[in-house]
């Protein structure tokens, strides 16, 4: 049996409209191609649908009980056609991104504001999570994308960079270091109170040997966890904390100043991770659009 849905509209928009002669331009049909649909829709099941008469039709007992679940699957692929409509549109949709809390306390909620703006219909999750629960959640579908510093390339992973940027100084406003006007290098921070990152972070590990070069012996004052409780630690006078400088540009507060640091100039990329041969959804895609956008403009 081979019944098509061309077969099963041409039956359903005989009996709405009365006839052959009536459903055929709203088929976009001629009369014949219509009737000769609703008669290879009979021969494929076997059964008489309508009875025809040279004025009208009269549809059978067997038309009656075809036409309402020809109704109900024709209904249901208009809905599914439309709903498909729908995301390729980017009207409706759901994006879920995973990155680091810092990301997700500064940089990230401005390009989903963005988004929504643009695509109100597309609901975005977010989740902060450190940078191994990024990966795990991207290599097991529960995220589109993870948006953070990876180190490591993963064969399962695609790695696209997203932004660059320095690395700098977080120093307490009223500090000798926040008011001078030459350049900051990493051998001014000799002898300074540092909050360094916990032992065992990527962060720690790129920048101790930075400071190891400049002849700087890495004792903090105090360590932590997350670079948003470092920039706290600076706010309040405590010490100084190299960030990333996207956190410079973000932070609006008069309590810290954010100086990039000099010979050398180190720089750190940002990369949105996604599952190697797996296509974006449409939402998905607009939003990985958006964010290359922002990082644009702040790289400006």
């Known amino acids: 049996m081979n019944v098509t849905l061309r077969q099963m509209r041409a039956f359903v928009e005989v009996v709405r409209s009365g006839g052959f002669t009536a459903a055929a331009p709203k088929l976009h049909l001629t009369q014949s191609a219509t009737s ?33 679940s020809a109704e109900r699957i024709l209904a249901d692929v208009d809905q599914a056609i439309a709903s498909t409509q729908d995301l390729m549109q980017r009207r409706r949709g759901r994006v879920i991104i995973a990155t680091t809390p810092l990301l997700a306390a500064t940089f990230v909620p401005g390009v989903i504001a963005e988004f929504q703006q643009l695509y109100p219909g597309i609901v975005v999750h977010m989740a ?26 993963d064969s399962e992973l695609e790695h696209l960079p997203m932004l660059q940027h320095r690395l700098g100084a977080m120093v307490p406003s009223d500090w000798p270091l926040a008011k001078r006007r030459s350049e ?20 720690r590990a790129l920048i101790d040997p930075v400071l190891h070069q400049a002849g700087i012996s890495v004792s903090p004052r105090f360590e932590v966890g997350h670079i948003g409780s470092a ?7 405590l010490g100084i904390a190299v ?28 990369e949105l991770i996604v599952r190697a041969g797996r296509s974006l959804s449409p939402g998905a895609a607009a939003f990985k659009d958006c964010l290359a956008a922002h990082c644009g403009r702040l790289q400006e």
């Open 184 to 203: 900051l290098s990493w051998s001014d921070l000799a002898d300074q109170p540092m909050i360094a990152m916990s032992h065992g972070s990527g962060f």
């Open 243 to 270: 960030v990333p400088a996207y956190v410079g540009q973000l932070l609006k507060s008069s309590r810290v100043r954010f100086r990039v640091l000099h010979k050398p100039v180190v720089q750190r990329q940002i």
């Open 36 to 68: 000769l649909l609703v008669r290879e829709l009979e021969t494929q099941l076997g059964l008489q649908l309508v009875d025809r008469t040279t004025r009208q039709i009269a549809v059978t007992d067997a038309g009656n009980e075809f036409l309402r």
């Open 128 to 153: 902060d999570l450190s940078t191994e629960q990024i990966i795990r959640h991207v290599q097991a579908g529960d995220a589109d994308f993870g948006l953070g510093v990876f180190a490591s390339i």
């Open 231 to 237: 920039v706290g630690l600076a706010e309040a006078g």
